[in-house]
């Protein structure tokens, strides 16, 4: 039977042997894992072994597409990188936008699988479809424009580059893969498990797409969302410029914003981040084929040539993390640190929340001298964009920092671990979980740790929120507005859904900037398109058991590495250090009351109060398999439902 929309193949990579293989897989087997982390963490679990480091030649760095993504219609310019993460020990995940998403797709494999570790750096090339190995040491210690470039001189301007810089090449345990310049797979340290491999970059060029099923139904997906691109509050903000990085003088009323690592609520600087201050810098977008929304654009940072605009590319939460978190007034700041972050090959947000750990530990009295002579404090400007420098290049106390925020305070003692600001060994993301409680749960509970984008926040469905909020949260379950800062069981279940919907849209590779509940696209849309591409008869039903396989697929992973129920949980700031300021001044997050939720959560998944699934939760999923062929032990389940 012909496939529409995906090849069906996987590209397997040895870079200990330099041997290249193309393997099919059934049809089935797509259905099942669809793509993005939910076939990453399917190959994990039956091909690496527990209790492996991160950076051990046996983990796999697996660049994938899905069944549906990788093709030039709204939504679907996008792919997932996923290993075991050197900063949570746990699974790891990251997406991105682009043209390489759908260079991949035309690659002739739907995901690259690649283990093992160059005995010198090395540039996998994909051209049109011919797989080679070729020496990368001329390009080793280079940024991520560099190599770029230097690949598109050798290659051809149509090659698509997904790169390495100097961070992830020094194992940076929060380093990022930046591809084609401006589009970053940031979190959870990608970068540095391909450091570890010796791997510089991916070089994709050429090659063909799959047919699609219905290639008239795409279009008209498309151009619907084109027609009514601006009709959407969400859409429109994210269309036109400066974009989505532009929100910091948005938030400094009715959730709260975090600022000085999430130590106070009031940053006077707020306007300093107006859109016409960011518009003085704009240098065009970055865009996504296919899709008419543009979300990333680019801006550079004044007249220092330091800082080329060519990789000014910016997503929504370095305007937080580097700037209020981090104490920073001066928007230019933000944005050499952005381009910065893009060059060497580093997530801004575990930078910005690593860096604001430090930095409180310094205000505190809890550094050596040493130390704290080279940890500059809130809001230093000139010291922040040294100390980028040194951490990318693991430099003087940058070789500390560089280990994440949890490493480093442990390291540090003397109080520090109080300060860093993670969940799982994983930074927090800039937005007041103290205020939305969703998102705290998603925070505390989410395989991959803390993410911004695991829900959509609460205050969509708050009586502040979005007035078309409902419109397409129906379709969930989710019929009512309700308090963001509640915890209740009526919380949680809309969690669930929200959470749910997001993590199938990980799994397909459609970016939750494109998607239900609260822009364009429908979530009958999403199933419109997902069968427009693939030919598949789906549903509905079907795209969310996607979503509900991948979260406990990740979590079967965790508990398989010793990740159990007592990770699920938020620095104790949350709980014990309530809102300094505003209309939230005096809240905090009640522990009793967050940790019955989350054991409400966990019943909702079908696991005990020990984050325990029962057997029948397995096969309900169609993961049985994990334990009856032995790739978890049967501890992981729990005792009442444990097969007979």
């Given at each position: 039977m012909e496939r529409y929309g995906y090849s069906g193949r996987l590209l397997r990579i040895d870079l200990s042997t330099g041997a290249t293989a193309h393997e099919t897989r059934d049809d089935r087997w797509w259905r099942t894992y669809a793509g993005g982390g939910l076939l990453a963490t399917e190959l994990l679990l039956r091909e690496t072994p527990a209790g492996i480091d991160a950076f051990d030649p046996r983990n796999l760095l697996i660049v994938t597409s899905s069944v549906v993504a990788g093709h030039p219609y709204a939504g679907l310019a996008r792919f997932t990188v996923a290993g075991k993460s050197p900063l949570t020990r746990g699974i790891g995940e990251t997406r991105c936008e682009g043209p390489f998403a759908i260079a991949l797709k035309r690659s002739g494999a739907d995901a690259i699988v690649i283990r093992g570790r160059a005995s010198e750096p090395v540039v996998l090339v994909i051209d049109d479809g011919a797989v080679s190995l070729q020496p990368a040491e001329s390009l080793w210690g280079a940024t991520t424009g560099t190599v770029t470039e230097a690949l598109r001189e050798r290659y051809g301007a149509d090659a698509h580059v997904a790169a390495i810089g100097p961070a992830g090449e020094r194992l940076v345990r929060f380093a990022s893969i930046v591809s084609d310049r401006n589009h970053q797979a940031a979190r959870m340290g990608m970068g540095a498990?391909?450091?570890?491999?010796?791997?510089?970059?991916?070089?994709?060029?050429?090659?063909?797409?799959?047919?699609?099923?219905?290639?008239?139904?795409?279009?008209?997906?498309?151009?619907?969302?084109?027609?009514?691109?601006?009709?959407?509050?969400?859409?429109?903000?994210?269309?036109?410029?400066?974009?989505?990085?532009a929100w910091v003088h948005l938030m400094t009323g009715d959730t709260a914003i975090a600022a000085e690592n999430y130590s106070i609520s009031a940053f006077a600087a707020a306007s300093a981040y107006d859109p016409d201050r960011f518009m003085r810098r704009y240098a065009g977008e970055s865009p996504c084929p296919g899709c008419p929304n543009d979300c990333i654009k680019r801006f550079g940072a004044g007249d220092d040539d330091r800082f080329d605009p060519r990789s000014g590319g910016i997503h929504q939460e370095i305007t937080g993390s580097m700037g209020p978190v981090i104490g920073t007034t001066e928007l230019d700041t933000v944005l050499a640190a952005n381009i910065r972050c893009n060059e060497l090959g580093m997530d801004p947000t575990s930078l910005g929340f690593t860096i604001a750990m430090a930095m409180e530990c310094r205000e505190r009295g809890l550094l050596s001298p040493e130390i704290a002579h080279d940890v500059p404090g809130f809001g230093d400007t000139a010291g922040v964009l040294e100390l980028i420098e040194a951490i990318g290049h693991r430099a003087g106390v940058g070789d500390l920092l560089a280990e994440g925020s949890k490493r480093a305070a442990d390291q540090l003692g003397n109080g520090a671990p109080d300060y860093a600001m993670q969940v799982k060994g994983l930074e927090l993301v800039p937005f007041e979980p103290r205020t939305q409680t969703g998102l705290a749960f998603g925070y505390a509970t989410a395989p991959i740790g803390p993410r911004f984008d695991i829900a959509e926040h609460d205050w969509d469905f708050d009586e502040a929120g979005w007035s078309h909020a409902l419109e397409n949260s129906r379709t969930l379950g989710i019929f009512e507005r309700m308090p963001m800062d509640e915890i209740s069981p009526q919380k949680v279940r809309n969690y669930t859904a929200l959470n749910t919907l997001w993590s199938a849209a990980d799994a397909l590779d459609f970016c939750i900037f494109a998607i239900a509940p609260v822009r364009l696209l429908s979530f009958e849309q999403m199933a419109a398109m997902l069968t427009a591409v693939t030919g598949w008869n789906t549903s509905n039903y079907e795209i969310m058991r996607i979503g509900e396989r991948r979260i406990q697929l990740m979590h079967l992973y965790n508990l398989r590495e010793g990740i159990g129920p007592e990770a699920d949980t938020l620095p104790d700031r949350f709980f014990n250090d309530p809102i300094d300021s505003g209309i939230w001044a005096g809240h905090r997050i009640d522990r009793d009351a967050f940790t019955r939720a989350i054991k409400t959560w966990y019943r909702m998944m079908g696991w005990d109060d020990r984050a325990r699934p029962i057997y029948e939760t397995l096969v309900t999923h169609h993961l049985e398999w994990t334990v009856d062929e032995g790739y978890l032990a049967p501890d992981v389940l729990a005792p009442t439902g444990a097969a007979e």
């Open positions: 498990v391909a450091g570890s491999k010796r791997l510089k970059a991916i070089v994709i060029r050429g090659g063909s797409l799959p047919p699609v099923a219905d290639p008239d139904r795409c279009d008209e997906l498309t151009r619907y969302y084109a027609d009514r691109v601006r009709v959407n509050d969400l859409t429109r903000w994210q269309l036109e410029p400066p974009g989505f990085a």
